[in-house]
């Protein structure tokens, strides 16, 4: 075998006027070094010739893509790794800069690895056996906590002798930390989308509601220490940005118009139009930044995702510059998404309902449809047959109305509600000393639900008013006083805590009721008003026995 063939060859990338490598000298003679003082030079050499390493001393990020592909890599400076080179005695021969800057525990356990890579290696023989220089992988736990991979290469010569090992350290400290922030996240989102039929069908609306909100502030407390954030629902329908839950954000924010748009509507608009996160370093110096939090430095946004379509945002924010990394954002996108699954799985929970109620109608009356005809058939025929027997002629008309009634009774019990549940105008008055003579305001801008209550509370002797929306409801609140008020909360105009706050305003006696669907509650209207006195919530679609007994409860109490 000739010299050349048993020569190892090592390219060192080094610029001109750079300080001469330590690295040239420390191979011996068994090494042939090429040097190339640029990237283009060493792009050449490495085109026309075979390395079995490449020492590059400069951080320039060009390298990472000029050494794809080709053989072993040291890069003796890349900033996150550490580079030794020792000899059989464990004495350190070199090292870059990165190296030097570790802990004096982290250097005499990498010392320590590099002596036991010599045994190792002259056990196996050198390198005869092992076809060539190997690598030994280890760790290292620093006495302050920290974690550090070590890779061991040894320089082996033509007699297949050791002469030298280089060690490769990285800090993977952080890296571990993520990783394990990580897996909490995906642990916390799991059990942030788990709404089974056990955990909440002991829970009314309220409560499950509730549970959300004190999952996903502990969640985002516990695992991103965010403090001070907002989460705020897309309105397909306004395109508008509706706030669903705040932590340590000012009650100004609540009433701020946001909509889903590329400018003029703060950090948030843009991120739910773009869908693309906005980590925005200094508040002051970005124009798209709409005044929140009181002394807030930075502020991070993330679109909240559901099946790649962008239903809301979570925005936090910093009293510190700068404040959040590339890592937050990403761990803050893989919850937000779980944010999203959540909220959803709250609609559709009564969504689902609607359906299955649906299907469930269409499926009983085809089964039922077809008999119920026939028999009303038969039952014409047999009216014809039998002429002159009254009586007879007289049953057989009242089982014809009672299929007629049977058909629509089993087609109104199976049909989709979303409003008051169990009511039947039927225009007949009734008698309660609680409700009689009571003057109500309803409040509401679904015409079904609106009208409907209206007819309830009007049979029962009650002197109703009836507004479609926020800011009619706040005119008649200031021009006449009322026994009760019963206010939708997500409306057009004012919302139900603005309503509530002006009949308040106007007598702070005067019982206030508020309805919402089941799912979200803007402007936390139901936690705000509750502090204030409020009455009750109910939840749509509710039985008329529910809205009877709350207002029975309310007028009650404010008559005592």
């Given at each position: 075998?000739?010299?050349?063939?048993?020569?190892?060859?090592?390219?060192?990338?080094?610029?001109?006027?750079?300080?001469?490598?330590?690295?040239?000298?420390?191979?011996?003679?068994?090494?042939?070094?090429?040097?190339?003082?640029?990237?283009?030079?060493?792009?050449?050499?490495?085109?026309?010739?075979?390395?079995?390493?490449?020492?590059?001393?400069?951080?320039?990020?060009?390298?990472?893509?000029?050494?794809?592909?080709?053989?072993?890599?040291?890069?003796?400076?890349?900033?996150?790794?550490?580079?030794?080179?020792?000899?059989?005695?464990?004495?350190?021969?070199?090292?870059?800069?990165?190296?030097?800057?570790?802990?004096?525990?982290?250097?005499?356990?990498?010392e320590k690895a590099c002596v036991e890579?010599?045994?190792?290696?002259?056990?196996?023989?050198?390198?005869?056996?092992?076809?060539?220089?190997?690598?030994?992988?280890?760790?290292?736990?620093?006495?302050g906590g920290g974690e550090f991979h070590?890779?061991?290469?040894?320089?082996?010569?033509?007699?297949?002798?050791?002469?030298?090992?280089?060690?490769?350290?990285?800090?993977?400290?952080?890296?571990?930390?993520?990783?394990?922030?990580?897996?909490?996240?995906?642990?916390?989102?799991?059990?942030?989308?788990?709404?089974?039929?056990?955990?909440?069908?002991?829970?009314?609306?309220?409560?499950?509601?509730?549970?959300?909100?004190?999952?996903?502030?502990?969640?985002?407390?516990?695992?991103?220490?965010?403090?001070?954030?907002?989460?705020?629902?897309?309105?397909?329908?306004?395109?508008?940005?509706?706030?669903?839950?705040?932590?340590?954000?000012?009650?100004?924010?609540?009433?701020?118009?946001?909509?889903?748009?590329?400018?003029?509507?703060?950090?948030?608009?843009?991120?739910?139009?773009?869908?693309?996160?906005?980590?925005?370093?200094?508040?002051?110096?970005?124009?798209?930044?709409?005044?929140?939090?009181?002394?807030?430095?930075?502020?991070?946004?993330?679109?909240?995702?559901?099946?790649?379509?962008?239903?809301?945002?979570?925005?936090?924010?910093?009293?510190?510059?700068?404040?959040?990394?590339?890592?937050?954002?990403?761990?803050?996108?893989?919850?937000?998404?779980?944010?999203?699954?959540?909220?959803?799985?709250?609609?559709?929970?009564?969504?689902?309902?609607?359906?299955?109620?649906?299907?469930?109608?269409?499926?009983?009356?085809?089964?039922?449809?077809?008999?119920?005809?026939?028999?009303?058939?038969?039952?014409?025929?047999?009216?014809?047959?039998?002429?002159?027997?009254?009586?007879?002629?007289?049953?057989?008309?009242?089982?014809?109305?009672?299929?007629?009634?049977?058909?629509?009774?089993?087609?109104?019990?199976?049909?989709?509600?979303?409003?008051?549940?169990?009511?039947?105008?039927?225009?007949?008055?009734?008698?309660?000393?609680?409700?009689?003579?009571?003057?109500?305001?309803?409040?509401?801008?679904?015409?079904?639900?609106?009208?409907?209550?209206?007819?309830?509370?009007?049979?029962?002797?009650?002197?109703?008013?009836?507004?479609?929306?926020?800011?009619?409801?706040?005119?008649?609140?200031?021009?006449?006083?009322?026994?009760?008020?019963?206010?939708?909360?997500?409306?057009?105009?004012?919302?139900?805590?603005?309503?509530?706050?002006?009949?308040?305003?106007?007598?702070?006696?005067?019982?206030?009721?508020?309805?919402?669907?089941?799912?979200?509650?803007?402007?936390?209207?139901?936690?705000?008003?509750?502090?204030?006195?409020?009455?009750?919530?109910?939840?749509?679609?509710?039985?008329?026995?529910?809205?009877?007994?709350?207002?029975?409860?309310?007028?009650?109490?404010?008559?005592?």
């Open positions: 075998m000739s010299q050349a063939q048993q020569t190892i060859r090592v390219l060192l990338i080094q610029p001109d006027g750079e300080t001469p490598h330590a690295a040239a000298g420390f191979f011996g003679p068994s090494v042939d070094l090429v040097r190339a003082a640029t990237v283009g030079e060493a792009s050449s050499l490495l085109a026309d010739n075979n390395f079995d390493y490449v020492i590059a001393s400069t951080n320039n990020p060009t390298f990472e893509s000029l050494l794809a592909g080709t053989a072993p890599v040291d890069e003796l400076d890349a900033g996150c790794e550490g580079v030794g080179v020792f000899d059989s005695s464990g004495q350190l021969v070199w090292a870059n800069p990165a190296f030097l800057s570790f802990a004096e525990d982290i250097r005499a356990g990498v890579t010599f045994t190792w290696t002259a056990r196996r023989g050198g390198g005869s056996k092992a076809g060539g220089s190997v690598e030994r992988r280890s760790s290292l736990q620093a006495s070590l890779t061991m290469t040894p320089i082996i010569d033509m007699d297949h002798q050791v002469t030298q090992v280089v060690a490769v350290v990285r800090d993977v400290t952080r890296a571990r930390a993520r990783s394990k922030q990580l897996d909490a996240i995906n642990h916390a989102g799991r059990e942030l989308v788990r709404m089974d039929a056990e955990q909440v069908s002991q829970l009314n609306t309220e409560e499950r509601l509730a549970l959300l909100e004190e999952k996903i502030v502990r969640y985002l407390h516990d695992l991103m220490h965010f403090d001070n954030f907002s989460i705020h629902v897309l309105d397909r329908k306004t395109n508008k940005l509706e706030p669903v839950l705040m932590t340590g954000m000012p009650q100004a924010l609540q009433t701020l118009d946001l909509f889903a748009l590329p400018e003029g509507n703060g950090i948030a608009g843009y991120v739910a139009y773009h869908g693309r996160s906005y980590n925005c370093p200094d508040v002051a110096a970005d124009s798209r930044y709409f005044r929140a939090m009181d002394g807030a430095r930075s502020s991070l946004t993330v679109p909240l995702r559901l099946n790649d379509q962008v239903i809301g945002i979570l925005n936090v924010e910093n009293t510190e510059p700068d404040a959040f990394d590339q890592d937050q954002c990403t761990m803050a996108e893989i919850l937000g998404r779980d944010i999203a699954a959540a909220l959803h799985i709250l609609d559709l929970m009564v969504t689902e309902r609607y359906t299955t109620t649906g299907r469930l109608g269409s499926d009983v009356m085809a089964g039922v449809t077809t008999p119920l005809n026939e028999i009303m058939t038969d039952i014409e025929n047999l009216v014809v047959d039998y002429v002159g027997h009254d009586d007879l002629r007289h049953r057989l008309n009242r089982i014809s109305t009672n299929a007629v009634t049977i058909r629509e009774s089993i087609k109104d019990a199976t049909s989709p509600r979303r409003g008051v549940l169990g009511h039947r105008s039927t225009g007949v008055k009734r008698s309660d000393p609680t409700l009689t003579g009571k003057k109500l305001l309803v409040i509401d801008d679904e015409d079904m639900i609106r009208e409907t209550v209206h007819d309830v509370l009007t049979s029962y002797g009650c002197e109703v008013s009836v507004a479609n929306n926020g800011d009619r409801a706040v005119e008649l609140i200031r021009e006449q006083s009322y026994d009760l008020v019963l206010s939708d909360i997500k409306m057009p105009g004012r919302n139900g805590y603005e309503v509530f706050a002006a009949v308040k305003e106007a007598n702070a006696a005067t019982p206030v009721i508020l309805m919402t669907g089941f799912g979200y509650d803007p402007n936390h209207s139901i936690v705000r008003a509750r502090r204030d006195g409020l009455a009750a919530v109910l939840f749509k679609p509710f039985k008329v026995d529910q809205l009877l007994g709350e207002l029975r409860a309310a007028l009650h109490t404010s008559a005592g």
